[in-house]
């Protein structure tokens, strides 16, 4: 009888060597109304995701959440059938939407399969170019919002989360901003119509499509596009300036908290700088994993967290880095000098080669799993075509995880992580 000996849990598994491999890469198209398509080839079933882009979020706001709520309201029906209608019809031939409403863009996402396109397509257009914005439904989508939001009140780590973000960008700014009951509460329908006829145009349309034989979707996706009319966006060019506050603390009170949430950081560069990706991986270095200094300090050696995490994230316009935890209200304060100390060891000296090679093989694997699947390769197309790069991106990451060193590493924690430059919110004292 073969008996598997005990996995000894001190010890980590080797290290394969990373293999590199060739990138799946779009094909671009253009479809009636000079509507630019990218298809992507990929995957066995005859199974395939249709990205419906539209190029405005909530940057392009004249009204506060015009660009959420608009979003969320296509699925409410149109000016020719209710929602209930249309969500049956995509039920019966399986299909499936996702939607997505974010600061830079907008859109919906279509699962199905092959053989159904000519049933579903039309539909999905008419909730993306003809929505009704019915009265009754935007009223509980508001009211859901409003009692969402007296939950979140109440907990530390989302009033610490709307105060950094308010902090970093500026509470005017659309990064920045934060929802309000009051805001909720003003929205009307036509204001949601003005935003959708300005924005949800053809002309301020992209499509991604992803999976098995994409490019047999394109007659299909032509047919039902030539039925909508051309329109042109007619939006202003709008700029939203940072507003940073100071470094430095600021306290958000809860009588009562047990737990403090902290998050602590600043405005950074973003994926179109040359420090970009090395910060990267300094940032996984510092709290971006579960071996990460900040989990080895503040979770496996102090005890004052089950989890603490750091981040450098993107937008199209602007970024910022944070470090977020929620602790105990009694070592919230030893759990920020922990969290300095441990930043101000990366400015102090060099990383360890061990330390390195060990976030090296960590990032390497998650690098292979985000190349995973059509729809994954999608992702990581839109992830560089909508801040204006290309595929050398990837090749550039990927030789700069595998190449940077010690110093770079130690010289990029002096020019970008100075504590000093920090903005410290605790939530709950």
């Known amino acids: 009888m073969n008996i598997t000996p005990p996995l000894n849990r001190q010890q980590s598994p080797p290290a394969a060597p990373f293999e590199a491999f060739e990138i799946a890469q779009v094909r671009a198209h253009q479809l009636v109304h000079n509507i630019p398509v990218y298809t992507l080839e990929a995957g066995e ?49 399986g299909a499936y939407l996702q939607y997505e409403a974010g600061a830079d863009r907008s859109g919906m996402s279509l699962y199905t399969l092959h053989k159904h396109l000519d049933a579903v397509l039309p539909t999905v257009l008419e909730l993306l170019f003809q929505p009704g914005f019915p009265l009754a439904e935007l009223e509980t989508t508001v009211r859901n919002h409003l009692q969402q939001l007296e939950v979140d009140a109440q907990k530390v780590s989302s009033m610490a989360r709307r105060q950094f973000m308010k902090s970093v ?67 202003p060019i709008r700029e939203h300036q940072l507003q940073t506050a100071a470094p430095g603390r600021i306290e958000v009170p809860k009588a ?55 981040a450098v994230m993107s937008y199209e316009r602007a970024a910022f880095f944070t470090i977020a935890t929620e602790v105990g209200s009694d070592v919230s304060e030893a759990a920020i000098a922990e969290i300095v100390k441990e930043v101000s060891l990366l400015r102090a000296e060099p990383v360890g080669q061990d330390e390195l090679d060990a976030v090296r093989s960590y990032l390497q694997g998650v690098y292979l799993s985000n190349f995973d699947g059509a729809f994954a390769l999608a992702d990581r197309f839109k992830d560089v075509h909508f801040f204006g790069l290309d595929y050398s991106y990837y090749d550039h990451y990927i030789s700069t995880v595998q190449s940077i060193t010690p110093e770079q590493l130690h010289a990029l924690a002096i020019k970008h992580l100075d504590p000093a430059t920090f903005i410290t919110v605790r939530a709950g004292s």
């Open 45 to 93: 079933q005859a199974v395939i995701r249709i990205d419906f882009v539209i190029g405005s979020g909530s940057w392009d706001e004249e009204v506060r959440l015009a660009a959420s709520l608009t979003n969320r309201m296509l699925q409410e029906g149109t000016r020719l059938r209710a929602g209930r209608e249309i969500a049956e019809q995509l039920d019966y031939y």
């Open 169 to 235: 960008f500026g509470e005017e700014h659309p990064y920045g901003y934060q929802t309000l009951a009051e805001d909720l509460k003003a929205v009307r329908p036509d204001q949601l119509a003005r935003y959708h006829k300005r924005h949800y145009t053809t002309d301020n349309l992209t499509v991604v499509i992803a999976g098995w034989q994409p490019e047999a979707a394109l007659a299909h996706l032509n047919k039902a596009l030539a039925e909508l009319s051309p329109c042109n966006a007619d939006k």
């Open 256 to 310: 009562g908290a047990l737990q403090h949430a902290l998050r602590i950081g600043k405005p950074m560069i973003g994926k179109n700088d040359p420090d970009y990706v090395g910060l990267k991986v300094l940032n996984t270095l510092l709290g971006g994993y579960f071996g990460s200094r900040l989990m080895s300090n503040l979770r496996e050696e102090k005890g004052y967290t089950y989890g603490v995490g750091s």
